[in-house]
């Protein structure tokens, strides 16, 4: 846990002081650095907890260090690092940038305090520090007509979202008299079937579904994608939505394993994540079918993978409750883990690699991304794999994440599910290699070579080779979504 | 022990990477580079045929001991899911192997003339097409399987999008969109197979005859509706004649050559290995399906006006022949079609491929591969003319070529199976037809006034010859491919019994 401490000081430290920078006026870079530096230590520090720290609560049992903790941490706080990289290259008014930064790492630390929370207040408490810079940062073009829509409406929606959470929260402690989420879990498996419980698990789903975007809460989303700086949209797209996925697993799944949402056999919520999965999957894909804008065909995309990760909970949420396929539910939250990791990092290389073509060229329809592959070889490159990946297709990252899946409902009477998701899988190739189609064989307006700076270059091989690495030689990460995993049966 | 299966399947993909560089470096340099590539895998492909020939296992060995040589490692372990490499060769892939390495070296050499632009990306491509399809033969762990499947459509998919012809974009999506539906399809009976069986697992001897019959038809039908994609089987195929036709004439020789053997592979290796019950069930609704795709293809052949597109359907045809060769045996018992099957992808790997290719140093010479404008090739360009000729005795299954032999045991492994597969006799004759007929009006007409070419190059010509080597040594020795192919197809009739 110290190094959990330590990481939570680093970056406490870093966003506190960074504001303090603005008055050097043109020198923002050096925040930059000192955020990029804090992120850095904060990556280290949470990989060491992974490494040498046990499975311990602290502060009263506010945090508590264990895997799933520590695999959310790493995902979300490589993330900022990223993001925080390519901000530097993004920075359209650098006197501002100072409070960018500082807002950047706020929103990091709620998102590694919500990764380790153990308590629902604590959970909400991050959750709000994790949201509230975001809203700010969304509208950080000021200028901009859409990215002051775009902060709007994700401002009221996230605030809808958190007092519906909020609600929640207060019926699971009216009904269980304490906060604690262990607590709750004991509590609730002591008690008959109150309906009560069942609101506050279905507000639950309701109030993170908003950050986790699945449909029907996905309506800002691509708006917010739209209209927030670039960099800012890789945040919400890889970062926070995690952080839905995180407070879902802590809360939702934890009360899932001692509770059915009703006495009857239709209504539980194996049935519910089932259909959310399938129904956000497929409206996420016909709807990237139809874009004419990159970041929005990246927003449907990152809604239709919410979808895919779902599938995982849906296995799990039915193996508890009829205490069959245990296997299959230790597969499938396996696989849906890992895809949380891989969507992190197909999804970032896909909004990173569009970032730049926006910041170098000034446009995001599809239209520009014609013959690509000759003005930014780098960059087409980087959203190629990325495409292949997010489809699914090996040798790459996705795959496996996809295979474990799908695996994991195929013998089960959810097997419907993968169907569904295997058809939306093959449908959203169909948008994934138009995309390849317009950047490899398309002619552009122009064939000149675009400047591709290095931090971003950097950045694409770490996430190409990270594609293909783990691709090729899952077994470290499996292993590590597995334990996290394994972590959750209890 | 020198791991020469693994040295096999990674070798082109290895070398494609230097292939670039040497060709952005310098062109002749890069072409030698990736010409010696592709010999240096045909001599290793050449070793692992003979070693099979030389040393199969009979029957009567089960699992791993049922192939010449197996190499295994672990892959992924985690407590609850393993996936092996584990590759191996048998009587079934090891004629493939070799025809894939033969054609690569003959594609490669044909591209000399007939591919001006982008060099050092086509040739790195063109090998990495190579190596996977030799993975999917290799391959004998369900997901390294699915690895090489997939893997093959990446490079074709840009092979046929950039160096295609005028409507080459449209080719390549639906080339696409086609291939990788069928590939989701088929996963979801890989997955299936491995949650059938407890414990559970993706190596393919370990699953064959293990999954219990009641769970094996739903599995089978994905399986066969994803391989009968890539054959093509009718009424799955309507990509085939545009990615044919529009493929560049050297990659369309690797798809018609060895890309369909990847399905025919699949039906027998995965869907008949794994699925056995299910198939003997079936197998009498597959072989009315290779029927019609074989009627179907030659049919719509007839009609065609152009050179490409009428081989397009005279491939669909022959794929016709392995689909009603495999599922005979499995509905008859009798070892006879199959072992047709296999010595037809084979075969057919050479027909098509000098088919194509000529077709392509036709479009070459004269600008077109429409029969109508095309006549008198005899004089114009007497070397394309006669060999287009020969390629065409070829196609129509007759001494001396090989296909004659995989034909005729096909049909008389149908004929085991029913006697209503006698049909089959005739899509031979309507082959043999409207070939004829298209060399009359081709190739034998008077040249009409001003009509002029350029004809291949001799050494083309010469290589092209050598498409005709296998073909005819098949004639003869066809015991090569069907003596170790018999145990492999006895031990699948054994699991269908059971």
Known sequence: ?490 | MMPVLSILLFLPIAASVPAYLVLSWRKSAGLWFTLAAALAELVIALYVFYFVYANFPGLGHSGLGAYALTEQYSWVSVASFGVSYLVGVDGLSSPLVLATALLTVFAVIGSRKLIDRSEPAYYALILLFEGAIIGVFLSLNLILFYFFWDLVMIPMFFLIGIWGGDRRKYAAMKFMIFIFTGSMILLLALMAAYMGVSPTTFDIPSLAGRIPAPIQYLPLLASFIGFGIKLPVFPLHSWLPDAYTQAPAPVAVLLAGVQSAMGGYGLIRISIGLFPQAAEQWAWAFMAVGIVTMFYGAGVAILSKNLRSMFAYTSIAGMGFVVLGSFATVASGSIIGMQGAILEMFVHAFTAGSLFMLAGYIQKGLGTTDISLMNGLRSVIPRAGTLLVFACVGAMALPPFGSFVAEVLVIVGGIHATPYAAVAILVPVMIGGYMLWMIKRAVLSPPTLGSAGTDMHRVDAAVLGLYFVPLIIMLFFSILVLGPSAPVVQHLLQLVSH
């Open chain 1, 1 to 490: 846990m110290e190094f959990i401490l330590a990481a939570v000081i680093a970056l406490s430290a870093a966003a506190l002081g960074s504001p303090l920078l603005q008055a050097e006026g043109r020198r923002f870079r050096v925040s930059a650095y000192a955020s990029i530096a804090a992120l850095g230590v904060a990556i280290v520090m949470v990989a060491a907890n992974t490494a040498y720290g046990g499975s311990v609560s602290y502060f009263g049992r506010l945090l508590v260090s264990d895997v799933l903790g520590d695999l959310f941490a790493l995902v979300v706080l490589s993330v900022s690092l990223a993001v925080a990289v390519v901000s530097v290259y993004s920075s359209h008014s650098s006197q501002n940038m100072p409070s960018y930064y500082s807002l950047l790492l706020f929103s990091a630390l709620g998102m590694l305090l919500l990764s380790y929370s153990a308590d629902l207040l604590m959970l909400f408490v991050a959750w709000e520090l994790m949201s509230l810079p975001t809203y700010v940062l969304a509208g950080f073009d000021k200028k901009r007509a859409e990215s002051n829509e775009a902060a709007a409406k994700y401002a009221i929606l996230g605030a809808l979202s958190s007092a519906i959470i909020l609600y929640a929260i207060s019926l699971t402690y009216g009904v269980t008299g304490t906060t604690q989420i262990s607590g709750v879990v004991a509590k609730v498996a002591s008690e008959p079937f109150n309906p009560l419980v069942s609101v506050a698990i279905l507000l639950f789903i309701v109030g993170f579904g908003f950050k986790m975007s699945i449909v029907p809460f996905h309506m800002w989303v691509p708006d917010a994608y739209e209209g927030a700086p670039p960099a800012v949209a890789t945040l919400f797209a890889t970062a926070t939505k995690k952080a839905g996925f995180v407070a879902a697993i802590r809360v939702v799944l934890a009360i899932a394993t001692v509770y059915a949402l009703a006495p009857n056999s239709v209504f539980t919520l194996a049935n519910v994540f089932a259909v959310l999965a399938v129904v956000t999957m497929t409206l996420g894909n016909v709807a990237a079918l139809t874009q004419k804008s990159m970041t929005r065909l990246l927003a449907y995309s990152s809604i239709a993978q919410a979808g895919y990760i779902l599938v995982g909970f849906a296995i799990f949420a039915y193996s508890q409750q009829t205490g069959l396929y245990t296997y299959n539910a230790v597969l499938g939250m396996t696989g849906s883990l890992f895809h949380i990791v891989n969507h992190a990092i197909m999804k970032g290389a896909a909004f990173l690699a569009a970032t730049l073509v926006l910041i170098q060229l000034k446009r995001s329809d599809l239209d520009i991304y014609n013959g690509l592959a000759k003005r930014m070889p780098i960059t087409a490159f980087t959203l190629a794999i990325s495409f292949l990946a997010l489809g699914g297709i090996p040798p790459l990252s996705g795959f496996w994440s996809k295979l474990l899946l799908f695996l994991s409902v195929i013998n089960t009477p959810l097997a419907w599910v993968a169907v569904a998701a295997i058809l939306n899988s093959a449908f959203s190739l169909g948008y994934y290699f138009w995309v390849i189609k317009r950047m490899y064989l398309d002619q552009g307006e122009s064939t000149e070579r675009v400047n591709e700076p290095s931090g971003f270059v950097v950045i694409f091989a770490v996430l190409v080779g990270l594609m293909i690495g783990i691709g090729l030689f899952p077994q470290q990460f499996i292993a590590f979504a597995h334990a996290a995993a394994t972590s959750l049966f209890t």
